[in-house]
């Protein structure tokens, strides 16, 4: 191993856990070196976006895809909700990003970029800000002696600047929603911890919504004389887009002092044709610390203004007063600084904050205004930004008492893989960054509208609702739909275990802009699909047996009977079980399947047990009865006619592919058993059937499958060929396979689930370097398909799996 490499895993391993000389690192998380390049990086890249390719292959898809994107494009002029023709590209670059839920959010690089933005709901731009930087400034003897980017970047711009940082000598570490940089300046005997948190709290629902982010800079001095050490935080007007250079932009300095805590910083006032916004950057004074800025600068020019203000003395000029508007084609920065003196072999913090405030949004029809959730906390004046950095100043440390007693049992459990204990956290991600929404609901709201339900009548505005707010977040960052529901299904172990109340909301939200909307999804008309109802039924039980919110399933009761019904028109022979229609009528929506299928025939025997069993629970003994009826004709008919003798087979077509082995066959069994029942009169599925065809799927859909090492692929022939009989029979769905994992930990499988999902870690964050953007599908020769998308939060499945086996169910408690 050469020089830079030696010395880049010297000061991994220094910092590998605990506390090694003051800076504190989790020993668990996904961890880089700064200078780290992926082997897909040094040849040109093989993964490429499929899912035109796909839509293609596959020939009625492909042309109902594209007469819709051209009218949507060409003729609408409006982005279509998938662009299939113009991807996102793979960027190898993405860290942990900022902010809690629904109120916008920053993804800040591994390497310390600012480079991906979601401030208006569910748009996302993917500019790199250079002028976004955390600069340090070392004097000794009131002489500047090192002055330095902390980047490794070397931008064309700003070139009065220090760039260039050595990126062996720092090294990057996530376990959301915190991350670590560790910056051991060379020559100087000094190693700065940046740590990076967002208030992202199980049970917090105040909190937990704050657009906020802080950095808190741990400063450790191994000199043998005492230094005076200044970070210097510059952040743009905007957020790298066209935008930026409209005009009408302006900054101004504030100063809070409140409950004896007081903090400075710069207002960056963005002015928006719709959806105004305002970015603060702050740090708070505490003795010893001195607090100073620069209002404005140009962040387009050499930079050395700003550059030499600094050098001087350690310390910005701290001008009073506001900057002017900014003129068309201009665009604006500022900055802010924290100075102190740090003695020989001494330690010291300096603490930043970052905090933005959009407070009402339009969606795209801009047909209603919204106001976001934490503005119940915080107001809708759009002058709140200097209140949340002093709110988020005061308050991280208790953020972080929070986040440790959440994560430390699990993260201390010998007994899990280290892997998995990064996974099931950092995929937590994309519940603050997945387009996510939060807002307040109006007092006059009926989510009954439009609905005909007999009997026992939902609600108009349930206290769930009103209490907590409604919530939305994308099916990804490419295919723009808000709570799509059948990969919810897979997601939503998520929002149950951690924020109990957002999930009973979601369940409840029927209606509303852009709930008015709700079947955005054109490519297929949806209507007959015949997993959605099923997947509702499910969900409505699952979260009643972990929450015990009776009001909650005595709401949904006549909901459930209704979708049921509706339902069991697909049983077109009367034999308890539901036929599919001969096309891709479920959430593989590019997989055809006909009559009864292990999938959706599954779902549906599980759909008709959690029946039986809420009509016991509610006392409703005629539709005990019917379900109960319901139940043993339908499971007679699913072994009848699918199960093969080693596993369930796709579907009962008789065509060359029915007797395929789909990865995702025993989905009615994973939710059956998440719901606490599986034995005696609640089972639904023989255990030795459920055993042997998980074993079947993990010696072939796994471990015949690219040698064990990416996870389960979809479709598997008898014969060990990969089943490529449809567009994503051959992909591998990360959401899917941890689901698998889950469903085998359940049965006692334990080493096979922690394989099956190993792979598909692995592949997905270390090989392919695709972390915080961890896409929907990929397929065994690195082609990919939509990245940063919702189905990979199954992981939490996992967890509740383990729990169960341990006596354990996650509280419902709900703390503020």
Not at 697 to 712: H, R
Request: net charge negative; charged share 20%.
């Amino acid at each position: 191993m050469g020089s830079k490499e030696d010395r880049s895993a010297e000061l991994m391993q220094k910092y590998a856990g605990g506390r090694s000389e003051g800076v504190g690192l989790p020993r668990f998380g996904w961890r880089i070196c700064l200078a780290h390049q992926f082997e897909e990086q040094r040849k040109p890249f093989e993964a490429t976006d499929v899912s035109l390719s796909h839509m293609i292959g596959h020939l009625g898809l492909g042309i109902r895809y594209f007469k819709w994107w051209y009218r949507k494009t060409r003729i609408e002029k409006k982005a279509p909700f998938i662009d299939s023709f113009n991807s996102i590209p793979l960027r190898q670059i993405y860290g942990a990003p900022l902010g809690g839920f629904g109120g916008g959010t920053i993804t800040r690089g591994w390497r310390g970029e600012f480079c991906r933005w979601q401030l208006n709901p569910g748009m996302y731009t993917y500019d790199t800000v250079i002028e976004n930087q955390f600069t340090v400034c070392l004097r000794k003897n009131g002489q500047t002696i090192y002055q330095q980017v902390l980047s490794v970047e070397r931008p064309h711009k700003l070139q009065s600047w220090n760039w260039g940082y050595c990126g062996e000598y720092a090294f990057y570490h996530a376990l959301y929603p915190r991350a670590w940089t560790v910056y051991n300046l060379p020559g100087q005997n000094v190693t700065l911890t940046c740590r990076q948190i967002s208030p992202i709290i199980p049970h917090n629902y105040m909190d937990t919504s704050l657009p906020v982010a802080v950095f808190v800079w741990e400063i450790e001095n191994q000199n043998e004389d005492n230094l005076e050490v200044s970070l210097m935080f510059t952040l743009r007007n905007g957020t790298g887009s066209k935008a930026d250079q409209k005009g009408g932009h302006w900054n101004e300095p504030f100063h809070l002092d409140k409950e004896e805590d007081h903090i400075s910083g710069v207002l960056l006032h963005h002015a928006a044709p719709v959806n105004d916004y305002t970015m603060a950057i702050s740090a708070i004074h505490k003795q010893g610390v001195i607090i100073s800025h620069q209002t404005e600068f140009n962040p387009n020019d050499m930079g050395q203004e700003i550059w030499k203000d600094l050098l001087q003395d350690g310390k910005l000029d701290s001008l009073p007063g506001k900057s002017k508007p900014t003129e068309k084609g201009q665009v604006t920065a500022a900055a802010i600084a924290a100075t102190c003196t740090v003695p020989t072999k001494k330690q010291n913090v300096v603490e930043f904050c970052l905090a933005w405030d959009m407070p009402k949004i339009y969606f795209g029809s801009r047909e209603k205004e919204h106001a976001r959730w934490y503005t119940r906390f915080f107001g809708t004046s759009g002058e709140a930004a200097p209140a949340l950095s002093h709110y988020s100043l005061t308050h991280y440390k208790q953020w972080e008492q929070k986040i440790d007693d959440w994560q430390h049992p699990i993260l201390e459990n010998g007994q899990l893989p280290d892997w998995y204990k990064s996974a099931l956290f950092n995929e937590l991600y994309f519940m603050s960054d997945g387009g996510t929404i939060w807002l307040q609901v109006p007092d006059d709201l009926n989510i009954t509208s439009g609905l005909s339900i007999q009997k026992d009548e939902l609600p108009p505005l349930p206290k769930v609702l009103k209490e907590y707010g409604r919530f939305a977040y994308l099916e990804g960052q490419e295919y723009r739909m808000y709570n799509t529901y059948d990969v919810h299904f897979y997601a939503s172990f998520a929002l149950i275990m951690l924020w109990p109340k957002l999930e009973l909301s979601l369940q409840y939200d029927i209606d509303d802009e852009p709930w008015e909307r709700v079947n955005a999804y054109l490519i297929h008309d949806t209507a007959d699909w015949k997993d959605l109802n099923l997947k509702f039924v499910l969900q409505v039980y699952r979260d009643y047996y972990l929450t015990d919110d009776g009001t909650y399933l005595e709401d949904m009761w006549s909901v459930c009977q209704a979708v049921m019904e509706s339902e069991l028109k697909f049983d077109t022979d009367g034999d308890g079980l539901i036929e599919n229609s001969g096309y891709a009528d479920q959430t593989y929506d590019g997989w055809a399947v006909t009559g009864p299928s292990a999938y959706c025939g599954g779902l549906w025997l599980a759909s008709v047990c959690v029946m039986c069993k809420m009509a016991e629970i509610l006392k409703k003994n005629d539709e005990y009865k019917k379900y109960k009826d319901i139940l043993e004709r339908g499971k007679e008919a699913f072994e009848r006619i699918l199960w093969n003798g080693k596993y369930y087979n796709y579907d009962s077509s008789k065509k060359c592919y029915s007797n395929s082995v789909m990865s995702d066959q025993c989905a009615g069994q994973w939710f059956v058993r998440a719901c606490g029942l599986g034995d005696g009169e609640y089972e639904v599925f023989p255990k030795s059937h459920i055993l042997c065809a998980l074993k079947t799927i993990f010696d072939l859909n796994v471990m015949s499958f690219a040698n064990g090492t990416m996870g389960a692929v979809n479709g598997m022939r008898p014969d060990g060929t990969i089943d490529t009989s449809s567009v994503q029979s051959d992909e591998v769905w990360i959401g899917v396979v941890y689901s698998l994992a889950a469903t085998m930990i359940q049965e006692g499988l334990i080493d096979e689930g922690f394989k099956t999902a190993e792979g598909t870690y692995r592949t997905v964050w270390e090989r392919l370097g695709m972390a915080f953007q961890t896409p929907e599908a990929y397929c065994e020769k690195n082609i990919y398909r939509s990245l940063a998308y919702m189905r990979p939060l199954s992981i939490w499945s996992m967890q509740l799996a383990l729990d169960k086996m341990h006596g354990r169910l996650p509280s419902s408690n709900c703390s503020v």
